[in-house]
Structures are given as structure tokens and as C-alpha cells.
């Protein structure tokens, strides 16, 4: 994403867009998927060795997610589906 404002968010309507586009290309990949868990896969990931307190935190980081670092983890997922 081009031309982010100092927090590294969407400011455009092209670059809103251009994030959607990039969840929306991911979720019909995966039809059988509920868009809400597939945000939900796409950004609260968790080691199962991590004890709950910090597994608690990964709950709660989709609402502090920049734009940018969630462009980052949809290359990621789009990665492994395509891997």
C-alpha cells in the first residue's frame, strides 16, 4: 500500500479497496469458510505451547492490527494456501 498516513492505515478509497479486495480473493479460496473466521485465522494466531494468558492476547489483537501489518499477514495466508 502506497501513501499510508503515519499509523500505516488505508487512508484512500483505492487503498481501502485494494485491502478488501485482498480478503475477499482469500475468502473464495476458501467458500466453506465464515468471513469472521477467516479474519480470524488470518490475525489471531497462536502457538499452542503459549500459556493461556498470552494465547488471550491474540484474541484481542485483530482491533490493533494496522492496515499494513494486516496487507502483511493476508500475503502470508495467501501463501499457504497457495503453498
Known amino acids: 500500500m502506497e501513501n ?5 492505515r488505508a487512508v484512500t478509497v483505492e487503498q481501502k479497496r485494494a ?3 485482498q480478503i ?3 475468502w473464495v ?3 466453506e ?8 485465522n488470518i490475525t489471531c494466531k497462536k502457538d499452542s505451547t503459549e500459556p493461556l494468558q498470552e494465547a488471550e492476547r491474540y484474541h484481542i489483537r ?8 494486516l496487507e502483511s499477514l493476508l500475503e ?8
Do not use: H
Not at 4 to 8: M, T, V
Not at 62 to 69: P, R, T
Open 4 to 8: 499510508l498516513n503515519d499509523k500505516k
Open 19 to 21: 485491502l478488501l479486495e
Open 24 to 26: 475477499f480473493n482469500i
Open 29 to 31: 479460496k476458501c467458500p
Open 33 to 40: 469458510v465464515r468471513l469472521g473466521q477467516l479474519i480470524y
Open 62 to 69: 485483530i482491533f490493533y492490527l494496522e492496515d499494513v501489518e
Open 76 to 83: 502470508e495466508f495467501r501463501g499457504i494456501l497457495n503453498g
